[in-house]
């Protein structure tokens, strides 16, 4: 049976996922039309290459339509439910470098960590006859390490998934949970991460991820083979 | 939604029992608003419930209780207290397994300023209720009461801002244990630039104020409604104060003595009174109001030595304020009733003024021999 492995669709994470199969010894022969979804392995006709976009990535591999897919850890723990139930995580590419963080205002010079946090928002109701209010970008991610890892129940989740960084200053939310890599948006709006591992929900990075299923020795072979290769050469 | 034949024979049975009972069975609908369970219970809730959203926009849900529902429509009403109101009908919650409907049956009575008495006839109701809805079913009580625990905390001179974060872990012993061992161990020193550190060394709130509010200003937040310049400022002072204090080894036995005591009901005061003499407390106000309840439930008929009193027994949701309660039967894992004491939660519904309400929630799917009637 023919294993599907999906790859990212553009940017970055397409060329260095692209460049890690190739240092690991895959040539990947792309369609001659660009705008073809699909793409082949030379000398390997059991492994399809699908181009998806990242988060169709972590969707698919939650329902099982895909077998092995690229994308970032942050999506696949964010989009499925019950991710570990579900999806396997193979390989950590060294790659697409994401930290999932707690972010406040730089004002809130009194809140360094999440007891910190615990504490006003365990007051804030009082205060503002409301709950804090949280933007989350991930916010199946932010909800373990609020509620459970750090017992900060009380805040409510709001709006949208994008421009996270921005609804402290449209008064949409207090404070936020966001994606970042360096950091300077969160600056650039005067927000700060909390201190060390109390502002680190998730730090994210493009692995190798595999739908848990029932599997042939000889498909189960192949991924083995394609995990054990794209580690060497991650590490390389 | 159709009910079969049988399941509507049931419901009528169940409200004649809660109208025997003195109830005023109300009508509640399924489809709610989201917002006020979410902003009263927590965003965990939200992986838990169905939500969908009307064409405007406006988030809702299917009912997954009864209490909030009950209590928007007596503020909806603004009718007159004390009220106490009954219902049956079908929840709804998310399951990784198993079903995702289930029916429930309760009494929530609003407004009696007599808690002890209120609280004792909630209990009392919930096993009148069990008595003929399951007559045969052997039952097992136990109680709990944050009450007890804010008086012990506040007797050991534990600060306002760790009482509070505490009270919200009430119910979750590994989560207070957690929470006391961080606040025993030194803390980590605050990250703050020069200037906050220099007014925070003289002590000077005042001009702490203004420099937070310059950065709020910078920062477009003055005018965003969240926490203010004042807040912050107070907070930071209050911070500075207890950056040394830890829990003292004295006070974080005498919460972990407290949280494991366990007993029959009908000796839980003289257990609770030897226990705030070992360590010198004065807790009499909240044990005056747990025996006044003792009280209330003999007067009522409930023998208080077959209920166990558990003291770390609570809920970790904000608008319980006193009185919890679960009744087990047949020697079942889950409760077949839960119960408890939500002073808080009409003001946080939105009632012009406080209401404080206690009442009982039957789980009737896990009532042995409910659903086979005919």
Redesign the interface.
């Known amino acids: 049976m023919t294993l599907t492995l999906a790859l990212p669709s553009k940017g970055r994470l397409k060329d260095e996922a692209l460049a890690l199969l190739t240092r690991a010894g895959y040539t990947v022969r792309l369609p001659d039309d660009a705008r073809t979804y699909r793409a082949a392995v030379e000398g390997e006709p059991r492994l399809e290459i699908a181009f998806l976009s990242a988060s169709e990535i972590a969707r698919e591999l939650g329902a099982g339509r895909i077998d092995l897919g690229v994308t970032g850890e942050d999506l696949v723990r964010e989009d499925v439910?019950?991710s570990e139930s579900r999806v396997a995580l193979l390989v950590r590419l060294g790659f697409g470098h994401a930290d999932v963080v707690v972010a406040v205002?730089?004002?809130?010079?009194?809140v360094?960590?999440m007891?910190?946090l615990?504490?006003?928002a365990?007051?804030f109701?009082a205060?503002?006859g409301?709950?804090v209010r949280i933007a989350p970008q991930e916010?199946?991610l932010a909800?373990p390490h609020?509620?459970q890892t750090h017992?900060v129940?009380?805040?409510?989740?709001v709006g949208g998934h994008r421009a996270t960084e921005g609804a402290?200053?449209?008064?949409q939310a207090?404070l936020v949970v966001d994606i970042t890599s360096t950091g300077s948006t969160l600056r650039a709006?005067?927000l700060k991460v909390l201190?060390?591992e109390d502002g680190v929900v998730l730090r994210s990075q493009a692995c190798l991820f595999a739908a848990r299923a029932e599997r042939s020795s000889g498909d189960s072979a192949l991924i083995a083979d394609l995990a054990a290769r794209l580690e060497k050469a991650a590490a390389t | 939604m159709t009910l079969s034949p049988a399941r509507t024979r049931a419901r009528v049975d169940i409200e004649s029992i809660l109208e025997g009972l003195g109830a005023d069975v109300i009508h509640v609908p399924v489809i709610q608003p989201a917002d006020a369970f979410?902003?009263t219970a927590?965003?965990?809730l939200?992986?838990r419930i169905f939500l969908t959203a009307s064409e405007d926009g406006e988030t809702l849900c299917l009912r997954p209780e009864f209490t909030i529902p009950v209590c928007l429509i007596h503020i909806a009403r603004r009718a007159a207290t004390p009220a106490r109101y009954g219902y049956a009908g079908t929840v709804f919650r998310q399951r990784?397994m198993g079903a995702n409907e289930f029916g429930q049956a309760g009494i929530e009575d609003l407004g009696d300023t007599d808690h002890a008495r209120a609280d004792a006839r909630s209990l009392a109701d919930a096993l009148a209720f069990m008595a003929q809805a399951a007559p045969d079913a052997e039952l097992a009580v136990m109680l709990g009461d944050q009450a007890v625990f804010e008086a012990v905390m506040e007797a050991l001179g534990l600060p306002q801002?760790?009482r509070?974060?505490l009270?919200?872990?009430f119910g979750?012993r590994t989560?207070l244990d957690?929470?006391l061992s961080?606040l025993a161990a030194p803390r980590?020193a605050?990250?703050?630039?020069p200037q906050?550190e220099a007014l925070l060394a003289v002590g000077d709130e005042a001009a702490l104020a203004e420099l937070?509010e310059t950065?709020?200003a910078?920062?477009?937040?003055a005018?965003?409604?969240?926490?203010?310049?004042a807040?912050?400022a107070a907070?930071?002072v209050a911070?500075k104060r207890l950056a040394d204090v830890r829990l003292d080894a004295g006070a974080r036995d005498a919460l972990a003595g407290f949280l494991d005591l366990e007993c029959p009901l009908s000796e839980a005061p003289a257990r609770l009174s030897t226990f705030a003499a070992r360590h010198g407390i004065d807790i009499a106000r909240a044990l005056a109001d747990f025996s006044a309840r003792i009280e209330a439930l003999a007067a009522l008929g409930v023998d208080a030595a077959t209920i166990r009193y558990r003291a770390a027994f609570g809920r970790?949701l904000?608008y319980y304020s006193g009185l919890v309660f679960e009744v087990f039967a047949g020697g079942g894992e889950l409760p077949v009733i839960g119960g408890g004491r939500y002073d808080r939660l009409l003001s946080?519904l939105g009632a012009a003024n406080p209401v404080p309400g206690v009442g009982f929630s039957v789980w009737l799917d896990r009532l042995a021999g409910m659903e086979a009637q005919p």
């Open positions: 439910p019950d205002p730089q004002a809130w010079f009194d360094d960590t007891a910190d615990g504490e006003v365990a007051g109701r205060h503002h409301r709950g916010w199946r909800n609020f509620s017992g129940p009380l805040y409510r989740v402290p200053a449209a008064g207090d709006n005067r201190a060390g | 979410l902003d927590g965003e965990q939200r992986r990784r801002a760790w509070a974060r009270l919200h872990m979750d989560r957690a929470a961080e980590v605050a990250n703050l630039p906050v937070v950065e709020l910078v920062a477009g937040l005018a965003a409604g969240g926490r203010s310049a807040e912050i907070r930071l911070r970790p904000d946080m």
